[in-house]
Protein backbone atom coordinates (compact mmCIF):
# COMPACT_ATOMS: atom_id res chain seq x y z
CA UNK A 1 0.00 0.00 0.00
CA UNK A 2 1.29 3.41 -0.09
CA UNK A 3 2.40 5.32 2.36
CA UNK A 4 -0.20 7.61 4.09
CA UNK A 5 0.54 11.24 6.16
CA UNK A 6 -1.22 11.34 9.56
CA UNK A 7 -2.12 14.65 10.15
CA UNK A 8 -5.13 15.28 12.21
CA UNK A 9 -6.70 12.13 13.98
CA UNK A 10 -10.29 11.38 15.92
CA UNK A 11 -10.36 9.06 19.13
CA UNK A 12 -12.91 6.76 19.48
CA UNK A 13 -14.13 4.41 22.96
CA UNK A 14 -16.37 1.90 23.62
CA UNK A 15 -16.65 -1.94 24.21
CA UNK A 16 -14.26 -5.03 22.32
CA UNK A 17 -17.46 -5.99 20.63
CA UNK A 18 -18.51 -2.98 19.12
CA UNK A 19 -17.82 -2.27 15.12
CA UNK A 20 -15.19 0.34 14.76
CA UNK A 21 -15.78 2.90 12.39
CA UNK A 22 -14.59 3.05 8.72
CA UNK A 23 -14.88 5.40 5.79
CA UNK A 24 -17.42 3.50 3.93
CA UNK A 25 -19.50 3.47 7.14
CA UNK A 26 -19.44 7.01 8.54
CA UNK A 27 -17.75 9.83 7.45
CA UNK A 28 -14.71 11.27 9.01
CA UNK A 29 -11.87 8.18 9.52
CA UNK A 30 -8.42 9.86 9.28
CA UNK A 31 -5.90 7.46 9.18
CA UNK A 32 -3.99 6.98 12.38
CA UNK A 33 -7.34 7.26 14.15
CA UNK A 34 -7.30 5.17 17.30
CA UNK A 35 -10.49 3.19 18.97
CA UNK A 36 -9.81 2.17 22.97
CA UNK A 37 -11.58 -0.43 24.35
CA UNK A 38 -12.40 0.10 27.80
CA UNK A 39 -13.93 -3.19 28.78
CA UNK A 40 -9.95 -4.83 27.36
CA UNK A 41 -7.73 -1.56 28.17
CA UNK A 42 -6.28 -2.23 24.43
CA UNK A 43 -6.06 0.75 21.86
CA UNK A 44 -6.03 -0.19 18.14
CA UNK A 45 -5.20 2.02 15.59
CA UNK A 46 -6.05 2.56 11.50
CA UNK A 47 -3.35 2.52 9.14
CA UNK A 48 -6.18 3.01 5.91
CA UNK A 49 -9.07 3.95 7.43
CA UNK A 50 -10.74 0.61 7.24
CA UNK A 51 -8.69 -1.82 8.34
CA UNK A 52 -7.43 -1.94 12.63
CA UNK A 53 -4.60 -3.38 14.23
CA UNK A 54 -3.17 -3.23 17.94
CA UNK A 55 -1.21 -0.05 18.78
CA UNK A 56 2.21 -0.82 20.02
CA UNK A 57 1.60 0.14 23.42
CA UNK A 58 -1.05 -1.87 24.98
CA UNK A 59 -2.17 0.68 27.65
CA UNK A 60 -1.10 3.32 26.09
CA UNK A 61 -4.03 5.30 25.55
CA UNK A 62 -4.18 5.10 29.66
CA UNK A 63 -1.17 7.10 29.13
CA UNK A 64 0.75 3.78 30.83
CA UNK A 65 3.33 1.20 28.75
CA UNK A 66 5.76 -1.27 28.87
CA UNK A 67 9.73 -0.73 27.67
CA UNK A 68 12.21 -3.22 27.93
CA UNK A 69 9.19 -5.38 30.01
CA UNK A 70 9.74 -2.53 32.54
CA UNK A 71 6.93 -0.75 33.24
CA UNK A 72 6.67 2.61 33.67
CA UNK A 73 3.53 5.45 33.91
CA UNK A 74 2.72 8.85 32.30
CA UNK A 75 -0.06 11.12 32.97
CA UNK A 76 -0.20 14.69 31.49
CA UNK A 77 -3.92 14.30 31.40
CA UNK A 78 -4.56 14.34 27.79
CA UNK A 79 -7.73 12.79 28.31
CA UNK A 80 -9.17 15.61 30.21
CA UNK A 81 -10.55 13.08 32.95
CA UNK A 82 -9.44 10.51 35.46
CA UNK A 83 -9.07 7.03 34.19
CA UNK A 84 -10.42 4.48 36.50
CA UNK A 85 -8.11 1.79 35.00
CA UNK A 86 -5.07 3.76 36.45
CA UNK A 87 -6.42 5.82 39.20
CA UNK A 88 -8.63 5.65 42.29
CA UNK A 89 -10.28 9.19 43.45
CA UNK A 90 -11.45 9.59 47.56
CA UNK A 91 -13.46 12.78 48.30
CA UNK A 92 -14.74 13.08 51.29
CA UNK A 93 -17.93 15.31 52.41
CA UNK A 94 -18.96 17.78 49.16
CA UNK A 95 -14.94 17.31 47.95
CA UNK A 96 -14.61 17.96 44.28
CA UNK A 97 -12.17 16.23 41.80
CA UNK A 98 -12.20 17.70 38.27
CA UNK A 99 -9.66 17.94 34.80
CA UNK A 100 -8.53 21.52 35.20
CA UNK A 101 -6.03 23.70 32.42
CA UNK A 102 -4.50 27.15 32.99
CA UNK A 103 -1.73 28.78 31.94
CA UNK A 104 -0.72 25.93 29.18
CA UNK A 105 -0.80 23.13 32.16
CA UNK A 106 -3.26 20.46 32.47
CA UNK A 107 -3.87 18.90 35.58
CA UNK A 108 -5.87 17.17 37.85
CA UNK A 109 -7.63 19.19 40.43
CA UNK A 110 -9.15 18.13 44.27
CA UNK A 111 -10.51 20.15 46.93
CA UNK A 112 -12.13 20.14 50.24
CA UNK A 113 -15.25 21.24 51.24
CA UNK A 114 -14.82 23.82 53.93
CA UNK A 115 -14.94 21.34 56.66
CA UNK A 116 -12.17 20.02 59.22
CA UNK A 117 -10.90 16.81 59.26
CA UNK A 118 -12.07 16.29 55.65
CA UNK A 119 -9.79 14.40 52.84
CA UNK A 120 -9.01 14.53 49.15
CA UNK A 121 -6.73 12.27 47.55
CA UNK A 122 -6.14 9.93 44.88
CA UNK A 123 -4.04 6.79 44.77
CA UNK A 124 -2.89 4.50 41.93
CA UNK A 125 -5.15 1.38 40.99
CA UNK A 126 -2.05 -0.79 41.28
CA UNK A 127 1.28 -0.97 43.38
CA UNK A 128 5.20 -0.63 42.74
CA UNK A 129 8.01 -2.73 43.72
CA UNK A 130 9.66 -0.22 46.01
CA UNK A 131 12.13 -1.82 47.48
CA UNK A 132 15.65 -0.50 48.59
CA UNK A 133 17.15 -3.11 50.49
CA UNK A 134 17.48 -5.03 47.57
CA UNK A 135 17.88 -3.05 44.19
CA UNK A 136 21.13 -3.42 42.29
CA UNK A 137 21.91 -6.90 43.93
CA UNK A 138 22.78 -9.49 41.52
CA UNK A 139 19.34 -11.66 42.43
CA UNK A 140 17.89 -8.39 41.41
CA UNK A 141 16.51 -7.21 38.24
CA UNK A 142 15.90 -3.78 39.30
CA UNK A 143 17.96 -1.21 40.26
CA UNK A 144 16.12 2.08 40.85
CA UNK A 145 12.83 3.50 40.58
CA UNK A 146 11.53 6.91 40.26
CA UNK A 147 8.22 8.99 40.84
CA UNK A 148 8.55 12.77 39.35
CA UNK A 149 5.55 15.24 39.32
CA UNK A 150 4.92 18.37 39.17
CA UNK A 151 1.96 20.15 41.87
CA UNK A 152 0.64 23.36 43.34
CA UNK A 153 -1.11 23.68 46.58
CA UNK A 154 -4.24 25.65 46.59
CA UNK A 155 -5.15 27.88 49.21
CA UNK A 156 -2.61 28.85 51.77
CA UNK A 157 -0.05 26.29 52.99
CA UNK A 158 -1.39 27.23 57.10
CA UNK A 159 -4.84 25.62 56.03
CA UNK A 160 -3.47 22.45 55.10
CA UNK A 161 -3.91 19.33 57.74
CA UNK A 162 0.17 18.44 58.14
CA UNK A 163 -0.61 14.82 59.16
CA UNK A 164 -2.57 14.10 55.60
CA UNK A 165 -0.97 16.31 53.44
CA UNK A 166 1.23 13.68 51.29
CA UNK A 167 2.82 13.13 48.09
CA UNK A 168 4.36 9.73 47.16
CA UNK A 169 4.25 6.45 47.76
CA UNK A 170 2.59 4.05 50.21
CA UNK A 171 2.17 0.58 51.31
CA UNK A 172 -2.05 1.99 51.92
CA UNK A 173 -4.24 4.06 50.08
CA UNK A 174 -3.94 6.81 52.58
CA UNK A 175 -2.97 10.49 52.74
CA UNK A 176 -2.14 9.78 56.21
CA UNK A 177 1.15 10.54 57.07
CA UNK A 178 1.42 8.77 60.36
CA UNK A 179 1.32 5.42 59.28
CA UNK A 180 4.03 2.79 58.84
CA UNK A 181 5.67 1.77 55.55
CA UNK A 182 5.60 4.91 53.23
CA UNK A 183 8.44 7.03 51.33
CA UNK A 184 6.93 10.87 50.33
CA UNK A 185 6.67 14.82 50.87
CA UNK A 186 4.72 16.02 53.67
CA UNK A 187 4.34 18.81 55.89
CA UNK A 188 5.77 19.86 59.24
CA UNK A 189 4.97 22.97 61.08
CA UNK A 190 3.57 24.29 57.47
CA UNK A 191 7.16 23.78 56.23
CA UNK A 192 8.00 20.62 53.00
CA UNK A 193 10.06 17.56 54.01
CA UNK A 194 10.78 14.07 52.35
CA UNK A 195 10.47 11.38 54.65
CA UNK A 196 10.56 7.41 54.83
CA UNK A 197 9.21 5.10 57.09
CA UNK A 198 10.02 1.73 57.36
CA UNK A 199 7.43 -0.08 60.06
CA UNK A 200 7.48 3.25 62.26
CA UNK A 201 11.37 4.11 61.98
CA UNK A 202 11.33 7.36 60.30
CA UNK A 203 13.88 9.51 58.27
CA UNK A 204 13.14 12.80 56.91
CA UNK A 205 15.62 15.94 55.20
CA UNK A 206 15.57 19.46 56.21
CA UNK A 207 13.30 21.98 55.58
CA UNK A 208 13.27 22.22 51.70
CA UNK A 209 12.77 26.23 51.25
CA UNK A 210 9.33 26.34 48.63
CA UNK A 211 6.96 28.57 47.69
CA UNK A 212 4.03 25.80 47.30
CA UNK A 213 1.24 27.56 46.03
CA UNK A 214 3.68 28.06 42.91
CA UNK A 215 4.02 25.09 40.11
CA UNK A 216 6.67 23.39 41.15
CA UNK A 217 8.59 19.89 39.96
CA UNK A 218 8.94 17.10 43.10
CA UNK A 219 11.17 14.06 42.29
CA UNK A 220 11.92 10.49 44.64
CA UNK A 221 14.26 8.56 43.51
CA UNK A 222 15.03 4.90 45.24
CA UNK A 223 18.12 2.99 44.86
CA UNK A 224 19.87 0.62 46.62
CA UNK A 225 20.26 1.69 50.61
CA UNK A 226 19.04 4.97 49.11
CA UNK A 227 16.34 7.38 48.86
CA UNK A 228 16.76 10.99 47.66
CA UNK A 229 14.17 13.99 47.20
CA UNK A 230 14.37 16.72 44.72
CA UNK A 231 12.48 19.97 44.43
CA UNK A 232 13.14 22.09 41.09
CA UNK A 233 16.03 20.30 40.26
CA UNK A 234 17.84 20.76 43.49
CA UNK A 235 18.52 16.99 45.13
CA UNK A 236 18.56 17.29 48.94
CA UNK A 237 20.84 15.11 50.65
CA UNK A 238 20.02 11.49 50.07
CA UNK A 239 18.42 9.66 53.12
CA UNK A 240 20.56 6.38 53.59
CA UNK A 241 19.01 5.13 57.17
CA UNK A 242 18.19 1.57 56.27
CA UNK A 243 16.17 0.82 59.35
CA UNK A 244 14.12 3.51 58.00
CA UNK A 245 13.83 2.18 54.00
CA UNK A 246 10.81 0.01 53.64
CA UNK A 247 10.96 -2.95 51.17
CA UNK A 248 7.11 -3.01 50.01
CA UNK A 249 5.05 -2.55 47.37
CA UNK A 250 3.43 0.75 46.95
CA UNK A 251 0.68 2.69 45.59
CA UNK A 252 0.91 6.72 44.45
CA UNK A 253 -0.44 8.76 46.51
CA UNK A 254 -1.30 12.54 46.14
CA UNK A 255 -4.00 13.94 48.75
CA UNK A 256 -4.14 16.54 51.62
CA UNK A 257 -6.78 16.95 54.37
CA UNK A 258 -8.76 20.96 55.50
CA UNK A 259 -8.10 22.56 58.63
CA UNK A 260 -10.37 24.18 60.96
CA UNK A 261 -12.72 24.03 58.11
CA UNK A 262 -11.11 25.89 54.98
CA UNK A 263 -11.05 24.37 52.18
CA UNK A 264 -7.89 23.50 50.61
CA UNK A 265 -6.83 21.31 47.36
CA UNK A 266 -3.80 20.26 45.13
CA UNK A 267 -3.44 20.73 41.32
CA UNK A 268 -1.84 17.26 40.24
CA UNK A 269 0.08 17.99 36.96
CA UNK A 270 2.27 15.57 35.20
CA UNK A 271 3.58 12.20 36.77
CA UNK A 272 6.54 10.07 35.24
CA UNK A 273 7.37 6.79 36.91
CA UNK A 274 9.50 4.13 35.82
CA UNK A 275 12.30 1.46 37.02
CA UNK A 276 15.93 1.47 35.67
CA UNK A 277 16.73 -2.13 35.18
CA UNK A 278 20.02 -4.03 36.39
CA UNK A 279 22.11 -4.79 32.52
Do not use: C
Not at 78 to 85: C, G, K
Not at 105 to 114: K, S
Not at 171 to 179: F, G, L, P, V, Y
Request: hydrophobic share 40%.
Amino acid sequence: MAVQKIATIKRWTGLSTDTKPTAAASTGVPVGSTFYEYDTNLTYITYDQTNWVKYKYELGQLNSAVNKDMPWLTEFWETEQLVAAIWEETLDGAGTGAFGTAGGYMYYDIDTDAVGDNDVFLNSLYRWQVRPGVYGDSNSTLQRFTLEFEMQFVTAITSHDNTHFFAGLSSAKSNDITQANLIGFHLVSDDLKGKTDKAGTEQATGVIAATLTNWNKYKIEVEAASVTFSFNGTAETALTAAAAQPDVAMYLVFGTRAEAGVAVGLNIGNIRTWYDEVV
